[in-house]
């Protein structure tokens, strides 16, 4: 997979929202709220171009029977893929336009975690600056290697996402 990173897209609102559509249509009463997360749903942050989509369920073994209905509409089922209890997918494989992940409504740490994370960096723009450059500066250097991309950004994701959940506790 090439890591490129680039400018803020209006284009991605539109892009989440389309396909926002079509997993409620998919998933009806299961779904309890669908959000978008990442770089790509915070203005003005340098991104990876690829809309990632958290799905607050009521069942996430529902979600599992839906395998069949996720691949149609062109995702990779991936399973928990390293957090337990997420369901995770992909879409347009080394192209990847789209990832969900999905977590039963109850598994409120992690997504508080994503929810404070994209809301600290939109009221945060001096580290979203920082945050885009950093990711630039990555993909530069591990422009083929996604794992040196990730282990890259990862002090800076763990301790940008203690202080949004800080932050998220204080302005509640």
Same mark, same amino acid.
């Given at each position: 997979?090439? &890591?490129?990173v %680039? $400018?803020?897209? /209006?284009?991605w609102?539109?892009?989440?929202?389309? +396909?926002?559509?079509?997993?409620?249509?998919?998933?009806q009463e299961?779904l309890?709220?669908s959000?978008?997360?990442?770089?790509?749903?915070?203005?003005?942050?340098?991104?990876?171009?690829?809309?990632?989509?958290?799905?607050?369920?009521?069942? &996430?073994?529902? %979600? $599992?029977?839906? /395998?069949?209905?996720?691949?149609?509409?062109?995702? +990779?089922?991936?399973?928990?893929?390293?957090?337990?209890g997420?369901?995770?997918f992909?879409?347009?494989?080394?192209?990847?336009?789209?990832?969900?992940?999905?977590?039963?409504?109850?598994?409120?740490?992690?997504i508080?975690?994503?929810?404070?994370?994209?809301?600290?960096?939109?009221q945060?723009?001096?580290?979203?600056?920082a945050?885009?450059?950093l990711?630039?500066?990555?993909?530069?250097?591990?422009p083929?290697d996604?794992?040196?991309?990730?282990?890259?950004?990862?002090?800076?994701?763990?301790?940008?996402?203690?202080?949004a959940?800080?932050?998220?506790?204080?302005?509640?």
């Amino acid at each position: 997979m090439q &890591i490129t990173v %680039v $400018d803020y897209d /209006s284009k991605w609102e539109t892009m989440y929202l389309k +396909e926002e559509l079509a997993l409620k249509e998919m998933l009806q009463e299961d779904l309890i709220s669908s959000f978008h997360i990442g770089s790509t749903s915070v203005s003005g942050l340098k991104a990876k171009p690829i809309i990632d989509i958290l799905l607050v369920v009521n069942d &996430i073994a529902g %979600v $599992d029977t839906l /395998s069949s209905s996720f691949e149609k509409l062109g995702y +990779e089922v991936m399973g928990e893929f390293g957090i337990k209890g997420r369901r995770y997918f992909r879409k347009g494989g080394d192209n990847r336009t789209h990832q969900i992940h999905a977590f039963q409504f109850d598994q409120v740490q992690d997504i508080e975690r994503h929810l404070s994370f994209r809301d600290y960096l939109r009221q945060n723009p001096q580290v979203c600056v920082a945050y885009g450059d950093l990711k630039r500066e990555l993909a530069a250097k591990y422009p083929n290697d996604i794992e040196g991309y990730g282990d890259g950004k990862d002090d800076f994701v763990k301790k940008v996402e203690q202080e949004a959940l800080k932050w998220h506790w204080k302005t509640r």
